[in-house]
């Protein structure tokens, strides 16, 4: 169990760094020129929108919804990458990106690791869950301890000391 939750504390702030430095970036660039391209201008903001309430959803989200979000995460870190990659090769809105461009290979790298990072987390989160839930199951005779109050057949009242 502590194995999981570790993998999984670290995937989280991974995953939410890699998430914020995607938004981030897609910030800075908007601001520095990119806004002002048709479509793509755009799709910088929401992308910098976007991004930085995922990462703040990756940070304050119940292990018990993790799972969802670090899938939805994952899934929106690699169409971004996905939209870089057609900017690099065939063009995407009219507009093509060469990889000589300021930011391009960080980019690339922010966002496939984070693409990898949010992945992984997805089915880590659903093990935690599923590892916590087994490890708070009331005990009692299915669960094999003492009988607990609700599993005392009716009329028994309470043990005697």
Known sequence: MRIVAGTLV???LTGTGLTAAMAGIHAYLWSEGY???ATIGELFLINAVVGGLLAVALLVTAVRLLSWVAALGAL?????LGALALSLTTGLFGFTESVDAPW???TL???SAGTVALAAMAPMARLARATTARTAAPMGPAGGGAPTAASRAPGRGRPRP
């Open 76 to 80: 929106f870190t690699a169409g971004t």
């Open 104 to 106: 391009v290979t960080t």
């Open 10 to 12: 670290a995937l989280r």
């Open 35 to 37: 806004g002002n391209l």
């Open 109 to 111: 790298a922010v966002e």
